[in-house]
């Protein structure tokens, strides 16, 4: 909290800076035409602008100028900004253009402009064209970071000639954000132009950024002249219809089974601007067919899978929405006080359908009845962001023994989500302040019996961040706090998730209370970075969060109960040398802990990666975690002390330019006292084989012994729980291909097919040793002494060991040994038959099988995933979805 008040203070004492490129904007003359937007620029507005010229390299020698030269001009009228662009190349033959889908980013020569329209030096638009036409747009948000999901309505040509090629833009004022009323003062924009070089991977900069300095936005150029612009009339309707028809497996028994089950929808997505510089943007009964399906994995740990949100209404515009609270990379520092991914999730309520039903649909997803979002930004500096979304109530369907009528059970409520978020911006851009609110509400119905759900989960909190010393050291800090709500069911299932285990019978410091009907926390984050100036960089994080702090509703949360510190240092080198392009070095440290001292993370690592002068490019590292106390490993039981590790990893690549490129990556883990180990190979292939088409597959293969997997807990006859644990030997294979071919910049097809074999087999299983009361687990220097074999082996699939001798199996659990095979697949026609407006054809196959079988045979499991031993193998789901949208600017 001090460094919360401290960071305030700091925003409004520093004072501000400037930049100092600039260019002058010209407006089309009144009775002349526009320019025709054909690559050309032959129209007379370009010959009365003034070029930008200059650029200065970025890589591989950044400061020096650009080996290639370019010039930009600028116009307006009151519809649209204009860009033109010449490309000057000593070797106009040699200019690359490949063809891809929108928002692809290809092997190719490409010029990209920005725009800063509010000049709040953090937020800009980017509109990029390839030589051969291809768009792409992305919205810049916290001064560098990128939404590629931002799509606008606008358009490009680019043309190649004997000097190298141009590209001509035109970015109507409706699909940028600015105030009307500074413009009519004559307020400047932020503006820059962005040139890659393929085949010698240049970049350059028309406004210089550089490697070793902070910031990208901030470093813009001004764009004079414009003058006058109107507040512009943004009304974007784009209705949608859609046939699908599912093909499932043939089960003739079952009264939900319908071989071919056609179905068909509607709905439309709606942006309405309000003034000139805020949109309401709104979709009614969306349909997400055409995404890609979630990659296949299983998970055997306590904590709930990180999936990435693909969904473009979501997708799009989601940088105001983002609220770290995590630390780190990987799903650690995924998570979010805003999880979009919960809005539609897969109903919550499948326990419900009673065992011994002998047939069931489920829906696999909350339909979403509608959701919209206000997002813009106040003449004052205030960036303002409201979302809302209601998911609808879903049911199951079921029938049981001896019974004709199906009967139904509710397994998700109605819900309505929102979050609304505001930062104010001070220092041109440099230091904000910033809240946050998230709200879920559900609609729980007696009769439903799902009030083991939370009826309601509130979080907000306050942030800030403040960029000094010349804007290569930023400091950032947040405070959040949590209240969630419901029957006492519901929270004494809040309180015994993993997230923090009140139940653990050796946490004196936590209180398990089964009557609450409320849970309340907080959470704390501060983090001091050096983010520019000279090669160094380095930084230092503090990461608290009280066991009760909760935001699973509508965030990613996966643990509370903590305190965390961690560190790093790098040394970078961006100017090309002799041997290298670029290198870097890091040195990282972490080190966490409970609110009763239990040390549950301390580690490090030292890695780097390089890109040699030929391109080709590595990476690697070494780490170790050592001995700590783990308080999840037993799920809810008492803590225990767990091995430490050493890690290793490495990764090599070939030139990316070159028609077939590839690499390999590599890891491995071996564990302190027991015989447990890690280790995965997965290498890469990218082949071009025209300017039209690509090809990539991405097979992996891994192993792994567990030596302390989690099986199950147990109840024997003096009702005390025990523990069983066992090795666990897993193999895991997969490969991702990827295959497109691009007809026209506006028609392409994609095909994706992600083939998954799994199996693991447990062996060795004991008992975890408690002190006599079971409150702890029994105190040893060896990790093996922390344990008690059982002598046991499976009889239809269930392990019932004696332990106490006297002939009567006094525990009980089934086989964890697992077989599972799963196949995903889509296929995607796209065709922008006009701008905003797209029809997707779209084929998708899914196959899935597990057995109790531990085994792992590669080829055996895919003959039967895909019936090459018998004339079905693992029966298909297929889904054909016709899907046509329309945009209208009314």
């Known amino acids: 909290m001090l460094a919360s008040v401290a960071l305030l203070g700091a925003v409004l004492l520093s004072p501000p800076s400037d930049s100092s490129k600039s260019v002058n904007a010209v407006r089309v003359p009144s009775g002349q035409a526009a320019p025709v937007i054909d690559g050309r620029l032959d129209e007379a507005v370009w010959r009365a602008a003034s070029p930008a010229g200059g650029f200065v390299q970025y890589t591989p020698n950044p400061g020096a100028p650009a080996t290639q030269r370019t010039e930009a001009w600028v116009a307006y009228d009151d519809q649209a900004v204009y860009v033109g662009v010449r490309l000057y190349d000593t070797h106009p033959d040699s200019v690359v253009g490949q063809l891809a889908r929108r928002d692809q980013n290809p092997y190719s020569d490409r010029v990209i402009v920005a725009f800063d329209s509010y000049h709040d030096r953090r937020t800009a638009y980017a509109f990029g064209v390839n030589p051969r036409g291809v768009k792409t747009d992305a919205f810049i948000y916290n001064d560098g970071d990128d939404d590629d999901g931002w799509n606008a309505v606008w358009d490009a040509a680019a043309r190649v000639d004997s000097l190298g090629w141009t590209a001509e833009f035109r970015i109507p004022l409706s699909q940028l954000r600015y105030s009307a009323r500074d413009m009519a003062a004559g307020k400047v924009w932020g503006f820059n132009v962005k040139r890659e070089v393929a085949r010698t991977r240049e970049e350059s900069f028309w406004a210089p950024f550089l490697p070793n300095v902070s910031g990208l936005v901030s470093r813009f150029g001004e764009l004079r002249g414009l003058e006058g612009l109107p507040s ?14 599912t093909r499932a497996p043939l089960d003739r028994g079952n009264p939900f089974y319908r071989r071919n089950d056609p ?66 990379d990987g799903d650690f520092g995924s998570e979010a006080l805003f999880y979009s991914r919960r809005i539609g999730r897969a109903p919550q309520g499948g326990s419900r359908i009673p065992d011994d039903a002998l047939f069931e649909v489920t829906p696999q997803s909350s339909n979403i009845l509608g959701a919209a979002k206000l997002t813009g930004k106040t003449p004052g500096g205030w960036s303002v962001g409201v979302l809302d979304a209601v998911t609808g109530r879903e049911e199951a369907r079921y029938t049981l023994p001896g019974e004709l009528d199906e009967r139904t059970t509710a397994v998700e409520p109605l819900t309505n989500y929102a979050v609304a978020r505001v930062i104010r911006d001070f220092r041109q851009g440099k230091s904000a302040v910033g809240g946050v609110l998230a709200m879920t509400h559900r609609d729980l119905r007696d009769e439903d019996g799902l009030g083991f759900l939370r009826s309601a989960a509130y979080a907000g909190g306050i942030d800030g961040r403040h960029r000094f010393g010349g804007g290569n050291y930023e400091l950032h800090s947040w405070v959040l706090g949590s209240s969630v709500v419901g029957d006492s069911a519901a929270i004494r299932r809040t309180q015994r998730a993993s997230t923090r285990y009140f139940q653990r019978p050796d946490a004196d410091y936590l209180t398990y209370d089964p009557t609450r009907t409320s849970l ?4 704390t984050g501060t983090e001091l970075l050096r983010i520019g100036g000279g090669n160094w960089r380095w930084g230092g994080v503090a990461n608290v969060r009280s066991p009760g702090f ?10 509370a109960d903590q305190a ?24 990282n440290g972490w080190a966490a802990s409970t609110f009763g001292g239990e040390v549950t993370q301390d580690g490090g690592n030292v890695n780097g990666s390089f890109q040699l002068r030929n391109f080709w490019r590595g990476n690697g590292g070494i780490g170790h975690e050592f001995s700590v106390t783990s308080v999840r490993a037993l799920r809810g039981g008492p803590a225990i002390r767990v091995p430490g590790n050493t890690n290793a990893w490495a990764g090599f690549h070939s030139d990316s330019r070159r028609k077939v490129s590839g690499g390999v990556s590599a890891g491995g883990s071996w564990e302190e006292e027991t015989d447990g180990y890690s280790w995965s190979l997965a290498p890469s292939l990218t082949w071009r ?3 039209r088409s690509e090809l990539s597959l991405e097979p992996s293969y891994s192993r792994q012994l567990d030596a302390r997997q989690y099986v199950d807990v147990n109840s024997k006859d003096d009702g005390a729980p025990h523990y069983v644990f066992g090795d666990l030997d897993q193999t895991t294979a997969a490969l991702t291909a990827r295959l497109s071919y691009t007809f026209t910049p506006n028609l392409s097809l994609q095909l994706y097919a992600q083939p998954f074999v799994s199996a693991g087999r447990a062996s060795r299983f004991r008992e975890v040793a408690l002190t006599q009361d079971g409150s702890r687990v029994v105190a040893t220097d060896r990790f093996a002494g922390r344990f ?29 040994d697992f077989n599972v095979k799963e196949f995903r697949s889509n296929a995607v026609l796209r065709w922008e038959y006009r701008p905003g407006s797209t029809l997707f054809v779209v084929w998708s196959q899914g196959r899935e099988d597990s057995m109790h079988d531990g085994s792992f045979g590669l080829r055996r499991d895919v003959r039967r995933l895909f019936g090459f031993d018998d004339r079905f193998g693992v029966p298909s789901t297929n889904v054909l979805l016709v899907k046509v949208n329309y945009w209208l600017n009314l």
């Open 520 to 523: 309340s926390g907080w959470a």
């Open 788 to 816: 008690r074999p059982l002598a046991v082996a499976a009889v239809d699939g269930v392990y019932a060991p004696d332990t106490d001798g006297d002939g009567v199996p006094n525990l009980r659990f089934d086989d964890p």
């Open 689 to 691: 084989a025209s300017a």
């Open 550 to 559: 909760e935001v699973n509703d509508l965030g990613y949360q996966r643990d």
């Open 564 to 587: 965390l510190g961690a560190w790093f240092l790098q040394y970078r080198k961006s100017k090309a040398g002799k041997t290298f392009r670029s290198w870097n070095l890091n040195l």
């Open 263 to 328: 179905a068909a929808g509607v709905g439309a997505d709606l942006k309405y601007g309000i003034a000139s510089n805020f949109t309401l943007t709104a979709t009614l009964n969306p349909d997400f067919g055409q995404v890609e399906a979630d990659p296949s994995q299983v998970n055997l740990s306590a904590y709930e899978t990180f999936l990435p949100e693909q969904r473009p209404f979501f997708v799009e515009g989601a940088d105001i929405f983002r609220f770290g609270i995590g630390a780190g």
């Open 232 to 245: 512009p009339r943004r009304m974007e309707v784009q209705p949608y219809s859609l046939a699908r028809v």
